[in-house]
């Protein structure tokens, strides 16, 4: 049996990590490699890193954050935001990142999900993917828009019918974010989250509105993911991820068992 994961996300704008509330208003939570290796310790399976503005700003990753945060965790993260080119990509991939998230830019230029998933490997390649409630009487399929630039460019394009191209393009793994319940904290969006993993063949992470254990929960056992993308729940102090993972395993969820190093005497 697979086991499910816990993943970190920490946006990061300007070398801080950030936190909003549906992508606004948000407020300073700390230094990312510190706070990446705090997680890294504490039990996290995966961390995930996000330039929040650097594809609206045209501006390339940080690369430098990236060294920094290799030399420091010993579990698999993942980068995304301003990489806009398969050498991008490269260059991320040797700064020590085991995957690059790709959302905008796959959007707007499919290709790069087969030019990396060919260089690099489909499970080098997460899609990014930014959805928002459109309604059930919308054009849309299956009632999800698709949106990049960090929430603020709609592109009238089916969430569903998108998850499926970008698999078949090379996506080795899709990190699904719901705009409506980010930072809400009052559960994720199990709807189109179920939606899109039984449709397609790579693992789906749940994101965006996790606010107490029992929506991790919810998040394996009705929306079907693969993993639990969390970041309110650990950034507030409220919840660790050694407890989150507990949680887990006593609702008969198949997990890795926390980790934690002892500091050194």
Request: proline content about 3%; overall charge neutral; charged content about 25%.
């Amino acid at each position: 049996m697979l086991l499910k994961r816990l993943i970190v996300c920490l946006d990061v704008r300007d070398r801080r990590v950030t936190k909003g509330v549906r992508f606004l208003d948000n407020r300073d939570i700390g230094d990312p490699v510190e706070l990446a290796e705090k997680y890294c310790r504490d039990g996290a399976d995966e961390l995930v890193f996000y330039d929040i503005t650097a594809s609206a700003e045209h501006r390339p990753t940080d690369l430098e954050m990236v060294r920094q945060v290799a030399r420091k965790v010993f579990i698999p993260f993942s980068v995304g935001g301003g990489v806009r080119s398969s050498s991008d990509m490269r260059q991320v991939l040797l700064a020590g990142a085991d995957k690059v998230s790709l959302n905008s830019l796959a959007v707007l230029h499919p290709e790069i999900l087969r030019e990396g998933a060919k260089a690099f490997g489909r499970q080098c390649v997460v899609l990014g993917m930014d959805v928002r409630f459109a309604g059930v009487s919308s054009s849309l399929p299956s009632g999800y828009e698709v949106v990049i630039e960090g929430g603020r460019r709609g592109m009238d394009l089916d969430a569903l019918e998108w998850a499926k191209k970008a698999v078949e393009l090379g996506a080795g793994e899709i990190c699904l974010n719901a705009i409506d319940t980010d930072g809400v904290r009052g559960g994720y969006e199990l709807n189109i989250t179920r939606m899109i993993s039984e449709s397609v063949p790579v693992p789906v992470i749940a994101s965006g509105g996790a606010g107490k254990l029992s929506h991790v929960k919810d998040a394996f056992l009705e929306g079907g993911a693969d993993a639990a993308l969390v970041a309110s729940m650990v950034h507030s102090g409220e919840f660790s991820c050694g407890e989150i993972k507990r949680y887990m395993m006593e609702h008969h969820i198949p997990a890795r068992r926390a980790f934690v190093r002892k500091e050194s005497q």
